[in-house]
């Protein structure tokens, strides 16, 4: 991208190059979340039959006038 750019060059050899640092990090992370966001049943486990608890859809109402709760 800015191979030919002196000034590039110059903050490279100061302070590295730190946007190849930064695309390297992402890619890692990248590859990290890939991982861990894979299903349980990648692992070799069974699959895991998830039903819904009693509580799921229940919301919370509002607090009353006057802020008291």
Known sequence: MFQDSPIYDRLISERGDVPLQVRREAERVSRELEFVMQPLNS????????????????QRSALPPGGQH
């Open 43 to 58: 692992f070799g486990a069974p699959p895991v039959d998830r039903q819904p608890h009693p509580g799921v859809g229940w």
